[in-house]
């Protein structure tokens, strides 16, 4: 898929996706990228990537704007569709299986909680007034 932040063809196009029972919706996409778009972040750390839908539309959004993306995503399907629904955005962003492969890495401005039960250790990732945005 082409790069675009329009909501819309994103969520429409993840949505014909297999695995796309829980993904963003299209206000979620665009309240996320606006966020993202006013806090102008340094570094994003999306926590539960799921298929990619917004690890999709965060590395659109690189395009207009310049952060570091790391993406975090244990689930074993969840892995494997996000490389095959993001091979055009390969090396645009860096996913990591564990918030254990986080270890020494620079605290994020903005991280985005994407979905349901996760990990708890997010919070230790988070800058000194940094920004976290739920979604789901």
Not at 2 to 26: C, W
Not at 90 to 114: Q, W
Request: charged share 20%; net charge negative; proline share 4%.
């Amino acid at each position: 898929m082409k790069h675009t932040t329009d909501p819309t063809a994103i969520y429409r196009a993840f949505q014909a996706l297999p695995g796309s029972d829980y993904i963003a919706s299209e206000f979620a996409i665009a309240e996320i990228t606006s966020w993202v778009r006013k806090l102008r972040p340094q570094r994003v750390l999306e926590v539960g990537a799921g298929i990619g839908t917004l690890t999709f539309a965060l590395c659109s959004l690189r395009l207009e704007m310049s952060y570091e993306l790391t993406s975090v995503e244990w689930n074993e399907f969840c892995q494997v569709a996000m490389r095959e629904n993001l091979t055009a955005q390969y090396g645009e962003y860096r996913h990591v299986a564990s918030m254990d492969e986080l270890k020494g890495c620079a605290p994020f401005d903005v991280v985005i909680v994407d979905g349901g039960e996760q990990d708890p250790r997010f919070v230790s990732r988070i800058a000194l007034g940094g920004t976290i945005l739920i979604e789901g």
